[in-house]
């Protein structure tokens, strides 16, 4: 948004980017190793008022490594951050909220997926800078799958 003075356009939010500290984080799960790096944090800001505008959004890449013997078939990787009591950080209501990223991806037994992530962080875990942990959830299917086909009879008159 741009607001006219004197003449001339000028904005009145300002976008500010922040590393996270540390920028990379490396989990080792039963099945798999998640690694994220260049994880920074987006915020719109009022510039006369320097309040937090807009949902602030977690950018960053994210890869995964299957580390079981057998296929798995990624859903999904869902994301929920925590103060310093281990307790999740709320989101306000009017806060839009993206904490799941879509990732379908089937992975052979050592095999690597790679993505950017792209999801919404809560404006208190920013403003109030109660950000302790990043807890991550990867929703999967293991295989083998089983399948079963039914056949019904039926037909039109």
Known sequence: ????RSGRWRPTQEQ???NLVPPKAEVKGPAFLVELNDLKVATTVNIAS???VETPTLKGNIKITNKSKN???IQAVTLEY???AGKPIPYKPEEKIVKVYPFWKVLQPEGIAEGSLDVTIPMN?????????IEVNLVYVPSPLKRETL???EKVE
């Open 151 to 153: 056949t019904l009879s």
């Open 82 to 84: 925590l103060d310093e």
């Open 71 to 73: 296929i798995l078939d």
């Open 125 to 133: 875990a920013i403003k109030e800078k109660s950000l302790r942990k």
């Open 50 to 52: 320097k309040e937090i």
């Open 16 to 18: 500010i980017t922040k």
């Open 1 to 4: 948004m741009v607001v006219l």
